[in-house]
């Protein structure tokens, strides 16, 4: 009899870096707003600057401007997992940016869109939970300013902390806010490796430490060794690896996977980058990846998603 695979979960999806591209078309037609040539340049599969990307970003996330487009937001997360035969999703989200920063949406439609997306996405059959994403590059005064935000009466279904951006303040820096995160019951995660150097992978880990990474692409053998030795699951995400550190090339999956360590795929930002489970599949196959490395990757993938646990 042949065991049953485990089921497909999107490891890492940004929420307002996954929007359908159908209903961005159709709200910037709705409030009279033109495309970012990097946006549309993108979605046709063009190569762009750092900036250009972070522009087409910052144009989706500026529409996330109430309820409404939250959860429309989390269900264009879960139509794309589903359609690629996915079962559940990780999705980071960043409430200070869009409540605080950008001061477009108040805290408790931001928390009640999400709600309401993430039990739509439970309809279809396919399971959500939320990691409250921070800026590195802000610094761990913003980690704590985050924090203060979210903390009190903090939904359920949010499951991890995480820093994302530059990566430009020392992870050390940064572990009394992940300190204070752990003891309010969160999962710790950071983007580390992707635009700074591979030693900040080995930092975030031993000095953060954060018991998940994000990416990884620069760090070395020995640092590959330790994560597999403490079995600290990465996030892989092919097609924004390509597109945003077009300079790490081979790609380190499969020297990662050689060396043990608990790799598994996502999108990262699938409404800019277009992309889906089955093309990070089919590019994690263009590795040179046999068949049982990628079921090593779904099974990791689903043994430590956030949103399987409880």
Do not use: Y
């Not at 709600?115 to 739509?120: I, Q, S």
């Not at 949010?158 to 009394?176: I, Y």
């Not at 995660?189 to 018991?211: D, F, I, W, Y």
């Not at 608990?262 to 980058?273: K, N, W």
Request: with cysteine; hydrophobic share 45%; glycine share 12%.
């Amino acid at each position: 009899m042949t065991p049953l695979s485990p089921p497909l979960i999107d490891r890492h999806t940004h929420l307002e870096g996954s929007l359908d591209p159908a209903w961005v078309r159709r709200e910037a037609d709705r409030r009279s707003l033109a495309l970012p040539a990097s946006l549309e340049a993108l979605w046709s599969g063009g190569a762009v600057p750092f900036q250009g990307f972070i522009e087409a970003f910052l144009f989706g996330a500026a529409l996330l401007d109430g309820r409404a487009a939250v959860r429309e937001a989390a269900l264009a997360v879960a139509r794309r997992t589903q359609k690629a035969g996915g079962v559940g999703f990780d999705l980071w989200a960043s409430p200070h940016f869009l409540v605080v920063n950008r001061g477009q949406v108040t805290l408790d439609d931001f928390w009640r869109g999400l709600e309401e997306g993430l039990a739509e996405a439970a309809a279809l059959g396919i399971s959500g939970c939320v990691v409250v994403d921070a800026v590195n590059h802000f610094g761990p005064a913003h980690g704590h300013e985050v924090l203060d935000l979210v903390l009190p009466g903090l939904p359920p279904f949010v499951k991890g902390f995480s820093t994302g951006g530059l990566e430009g303040v020392p992870f050390r820096d940064w572990a009394p806010v992940f300190d204070r995160a752990r003891a309010a019951g969160l999962r710790l995660a950071a983007h580390a490796g992707e635009n700074g150097p591979g030693a900040n992978v080995r930092e975030a880990v031993l000095e953060g430490g954060v018991s998940r990474i994000v990416h990884g692409l620069r760090a070395d053998m020995a640092t590959f060794e330790l994560l597999a030795e403490r079995g600290i699951p990465v996030d892989i995400c092919p097609s924004s690896n390509r597109a945003l550190a077009a300079d790490v090339a081979p790609h380190p999956l499969p020297r990662m996977l050689a060396a043990g360590v608990r790799c598994a795929l996502g999108t990262d930002d699938p409404g800019v980058i277009p992309c889906d489970l089955g093309t990070e599949q089919e590019a994690a196959r263009a590795m040179g990846l046999s068949p049982g490395d990628l079921a090593i990757l779904r099974r990791h993938g689903a043994e430590d998603a956030w949103c399987l646990l409880p």
